[in-house]
């Protein structure tokens, strides 16, 4: 039977590889719950196709492909900041949230979580006061992180500093990534900055 097990402990050995505290805590808290936490069957993701389609990839990580294994127990949903963000921007992501003060697995101070984002799509730029890390398991995306706009392949890990503006257009395949946020988690400071790139302006 799949667990989430194999995926969690690939996805704290590639977290902390990053240095700082967060990114420790947040490798121990995935590697307990790996020996540890149950989780449920989980619906599969309106995206699940193109999900799949990029773990595929011949350039993915290992965890890309741990991703694909365990799709039936991840719970793939809206963005917890959907709300916060333009409609219609909702149906080109998807979210796991994997660690949070809400679960399911429980950190007070800690987010952290898988994301994808569709073939082609545009994120326009946004900020927050949480610290972000992602880091790409599979496809590619020109990232916008501040003044430095780069393409990014898997491996690939970009560092949010609290407030920076931020924006990710995917590439051919899309991409799938980790996430995590530090410091301040509330989703109150999420917002959406102007941006000359927004298809929806
Ligand atoms: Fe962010």
């Known amino acids: 039977m799949a667990t989430l097990t194999p995926l969690l402990n690939a996805l704290a050995d590639l977290t902390e590889t990053e240095p700082g505290t ?10 307990s ?30 965890a890309a492909r741990l991703v694909a294994a365990a799709q039936s127990f991840l719970l793939w949903q809206a963005s917890p900041a959907a709300a916060l963000q333009p409609s219609g921007l909702a149906a080109t992501k998807a979210v796991v949230t994997l660690v949070s003060p809400e679960g399911p697995i429980h950190a007070s101070d800690i987010r952290c979580g898988l994301y994808f984002q569709a073939p082609g799509t ?7 006061n949480a610290a972000e890390t992602y880091t790409i398991l599979a496809g590619t995306a020109l990232w916008q992180a501040g003044n430095d706009r780069s393409p990014r392949d ?12 931020h924006a990710m257009r995917a590439g051919p395949n899309g ?11 509330a ?14 302006r």
């Open 22 to 31: 967060e990114a420790f805590v947040t490798a121990n808290i995935l590697r």
């Open 33 to 62: 719950a790996a020996s540890t936490k149950k989780f449920r069957l989980e619906p599969p993701s309106i995206l699940d196709a193109e999900i799949r389609a990029a773990a595929q990839s011949p350039d993915a990580l290992p």
């Open 122 to 128: 545009y994120y326009p730029l946004h900020a927050h």
């Open 154 to 165: 898997p491996g690939a890990a970009i560092h949010h500093p609290p407030r920076m503006p």
């Open 175 to 185: 991409f799938l990534a980790i996430w995590r946020w530090s410091g301040d988690i």
């Open 187 to 200: 989703f109150e400071s999420y917002h959406m900055i102007p941006d000359p790139e927004d298809p929806a």
